[in-house]
C-alpha cells in the first residue's frame, strides 16, 4: 500500500472536471435519449402470449439493464459532487437533473411491469425458464408481485413526475438546510471558528465532559434554531407517503420498507423481541460506564463518549494499515480489495469545511468501482465508520460480474456486510490489545455499537412508527415532533438516562431520505445478521471466508429468509439465531463487567 495516502478521492476518472463536466453532460444526454427509446419500445409492448412471444423483450430487458446501471452511476457521482461540497451549485443543478432522469426511468419501469403483470401464469413461467431469462427470474419476478400492489401504470407515473418536486424535493431542501448549519467553536489556541454539521458531530465524542456537554448544547440550540423547517420537511414527505399509500390500498407503513428489504414482518418482529429480551444487559453496561466517567447516570451525549482518554489522534495511514491487517487474517480476498480502495483514491477523508456530515459509500457499477465519504479526524470511532464503509464496497465488488438488475441488493443485507467488516476490525484489535487498559478501551468501543443498534435505532424506529400514527391525523409540530423523539429514547434506552436528545429527529439525516422509508431497522437487521454471521465464522475457521462470499454473491436475488435457509439452515421466524448474535455481544459485555469492577 502507497504511502501517505490521499485524503481526498478522485473522480476525474468517472467524469473529468466535476460539476462542470462536459463528459457527464453527454454521458446525460445519450441516457435521456436511450430512456426515451426504451419508453418508446415498452410503449408499444404488449404481454406475451407464448414463450416465443417473449423473444421480443430480450432487447427491452438489455436496454433496461443499461439504462439502469447508468442512472446509479449518473447518480452517484452527482451525490458525490453535493457532498464533497454542499456550497457546489452546479452539484445542485446536476442532481436536479439526474432527479428528473430517474422519474421518468421510473416511469417507463412501471409500465413496463405492468406488461409482466399482465402476462399469464403459464407464459410467465415458460419465460423465466429460457437459459437467456433465467439468471434474472428473481428480479423480474419480485417487480411483478409488487406491480400487482400498486397503481396503474399511468397513475404510478405521474406520482412519479409529481415526486421530483415534491417529494424528492422536500428531500433536496433538508439539504439546503443543513448547509446552512454553522456552530461556534473554540480550537485549542483559542482561535475562534464556525464547524459545519458533519464536523461539529465529530465534537460530540470529546474525552473531556465538560467540552462534550458544551458542544452538545451547541448542537441542540443549532437544530433547535431550524427546527420548524426541518418539521415542515419531514411533514411533507411522510405526508406524500402516506397519500400514495393510500391511493394503493396499502394499511401499513412497514409494507414498502419490508418489500424493499426483502424481509417479512415475522422476521423483524422476533429480532425486535430478541433484543428487547436482551436489553437488560446493556443497561447494566451503560449503568457501570457512568461510574466510570464519574457520573451518577449518562446523558445521551455521555453514552458515546470514551471512557478513558485516548492516546492521540490515529493517523490515517496507520488506521488504514490496521484495516488491511485485519481483513487479511479473515480473508485476503477482502485485504487486497481494501489495498485497492485505498491506493486508487476511492476515499474522501479530509476533514474540513463545507463537507456533508456523515458517512456512505456508493457504486458505480458500470465503472466497477466505489467511493466512500466521511470525515476523518482520528478517532477510533472514524477507524470504524472507515471499515464499515470498506465492507459497502466489498459487497458491490463481489457483484461486479452479475448482470446489474442482480446487483441491487437490500439494505438489510448491506449493512450485514458493513458491520461484518466492522466487527472484524474491532474484535481482531480487542484480542491484540496489549494491556487490559487498551483492551478495555477497545472493547468499550465494540459494546458502543451494540447500544447504537439495539437502543439508538430502535428509539429511530418508535419514533417513526409513532410520527406516521400521528401524521395521519394532520400536521405535526416541531414541539409535538420532539416530545415523541424524547418518549422513543426513554422506551429504547429502558429510562435509565439523565438527559435526551430532543431534536435528533431534525438532526439525523436518514429520516430525510426518500429511497428508502423508515431508514433505520435495516441497520440492526445487518448488525444482527453479521454478528450471527460472524459467531459462525469463529466456530469454522478460515473456510467460513469463501461461503461467506457466496451469502453476498446471492443477495441480489434472494429475500432475507431464503438467504439464510440456502447458506445456513436457518429460519429467521424462531429466535435461534437472533439469539445467537445476542449471545456473542453478551460476551463482550460480561468480560467489560468484570475487567471493570474493581472501577466501579
Not at 148 to 165: G, I
Not at 180 to 204: R, V
Not at 295 to 305: F, I
Not at 509 to 534: A, K, R
Amino acid at each position: 500500500m502507497k504511502q501517505p495516502l490521499s485524503l481526498t478521492w478522485e473522480l476525474d476518472s468517472l467524469f473529468a472536471g466535476g460539476s462542470a463536466s462536459s463528459e457527464f453532460e453527454a454521458f446525460l444526454a445519450e441516457l435521456d435519449g436511450d430512456i426515451g427509446k426504451l419508453a418508446e419500445q415498452v410503449k408499444t409492448a404488449r404481454a406475451p402470449q407464448s414463450v416465443e412471444d417473449s423473444q421480443a423483450f430480450d432487447g427491452i430487458i438489455e436496454l433496461l439493464q443499461s439504462c439502469t446501471g447508468r442512472l446509479i452511476q449518473a447518480s452517484e457521482f452527482a451525490g458525490c459532487l453535493g457532498a464533497q461540497n454542499q456550497q457546489d451549485k452546479g452539484a445542485v443543478r446536476l442532481s436536479g437533473s439526474v432527479a428528473g432522469l430517474s422519474a421518468r426511468f421510473q416511469g417507463v419501469s412501471s409500465a413496463f411491469e405492468n406488461v409482466l403483470r399482465q402476462t399469464e401464469d403459464e407464459v410467465w413461467a415458460q419465460w423465466m425458464a429460457r437459459p437467456e431469462i433465467a439468471p434474472l427470474s428473481f428480479v423480474l419476478g419480485e417487480s411483478r408481485d409488487q406491480a400487482r400492489e400498486k397503481l396503474s401504470p399511468e397513475l404510478e407515473s405521474l406520482a412519479l413526475d409529481l415526486a421530483v418536486d415534491g417529494y424528492h424535493g422536500w428531500s433536496e431542501h433538508y439539504e439546503t438546510i443543513v448547509s446552512s448549519i454553522a456552530i461556534p467553536y473554540k480550537d485549542e489556541d483559542g482561535t475562534e471558528k464556525k464547524l459545519s454539521a458533519g464536523q461539529a458531530f465529530n465534537k460530540l465524542h470529546d474525552n473531556d465532559n465538560k467540552a462534550r456537554k458544551d458542544m452538545f448544547a451547541k448542537w441542540e440550540k443549532a437544530w433547535e434554531n431550524v427546527a420548524d423547517y426541518c418539521a415542515d420537511t419531514l411533514n411533507h414527505l411522510a405526508g406524500f407517503r402516506l397519500k400514495l399509500y393510500g391511493a394503493r390500498g396499502w394499511d401499513s407503513v412497514l409494507k414498502e420498507p419490508l418489500m424493499i428489504n426483502r424481509m417479512t414482518a415475522e422476521s423483524l418482529e422476533m429480532m425486535w423481541k430478541t433484543i428487547a429480551k436482551n436489553k437488560p444487559a446493556l443497561q447494566a453496561y451503560l449503568q457501570r460506564k457512568a461510574k466510570l466517567l464519574g457520573l451518577e447516570s449518562l446523558s445521551w451525549e455521555d453514552v458515546e463518549a470514551p471512557i478513558a482518554r485516548s492516546s492521540g489522534k490515529i493517523p490515517y495511514d496507520s488506521a488504514a494499515k490496521e484495516i488491511v491487517a485485519q481483513f487479511g487474517k479473515f480473508s485476503p480476498k477482502m485485504a487486497a480489495f481494501a489495498e485497492r480502495a485505498f491506493d486508487s483514491n476511492w476515499i474522501e477523508a479530509e476533514d474540513r469545511p463545507a463537507k456533508r456530515p456523515g458517512g456512505f459509500c456508493v457504486s458505480f457499477p458500470m465503472s466497477k468501482e466505489s467511493r466512500i465519504f466521511m470525515t476523518y479526524s482520528g478517532t477510533p470511532s472514524n477507524v470504524a465508520t472507515l471499515a464499515h464503509e470498506l465492507g459497502h464496497a466489498y459487497h458491490s465488488y463481489l457483484l461486479d460480474d452479475q448482470p446489474l438488475l442482480n446487483q441491487n441488493y437490500a439494505m438489510n443485507v448491506a449493512e450485514t456486510a458493513s458491520t461484518f467488516a466492522e466487527v472484524i476490525v474491532a474484535d481482531a484489535q480487542v484480542k491484540a490489545a496489549g494491556s487490559d487498559e487498551e483492551k478495555l478501551a477497545l472493547l468499550e468501543e465494540k459494546l458502543q455499537n451494540s447500544v447504537a443498534f439495539f437502543m439508538n435505532i430502535h428509539a429511530r424506529f418508535l419514533f417513526e412508527t409513532a410520527f406516521y400514527e400521528k401524521r395521519k391525523a394532520g400536521l405535526v409540530s416541531a414541539e409535538e415532533l420532539c416530545a415523541l423523539m424524547v418518549d422513543a429514547q426513554k422506551e429504547a434506552f429502558g429510562g435509565i438516562l439523565s438527559g435526551y436528545h430532543p431534536h435528533f429527529w431534525a438532526a439525523k439525516l436518514h429520516f430525510y431520505i426518500t429511497d428508502v422509508p423508515f431508514y433505520n431497522f435495516p441497520y440492526t437487521v445487518g448488525y444482527m445478521f453479521s454478528t450471527g454471521l460472524y459467531r459462525l465464522a469463529l466456530q469454522e475457521g478460515p473456510s467460513f471466508a469463501d461461503k461467506y462470499d457466496a451469502l453476498l454473491r446471492d443477495t441480489g436475488v434472494m429475500t432475507l429468509e431464503e438467504l439464510v435457509r440456502k447458506h445456513l439452515g436457518v429460519d429467521l421466524s424462531q429466535p435461534d439465531f437472533w439469539q445467537g448474535a445476542a449471545d456473542l455481544i453478551l460476551e463482550d459485555i460480561d468480560t467489560f463487567l468484570k475487567m471493570t469492577e474493581h472501577l466501579a
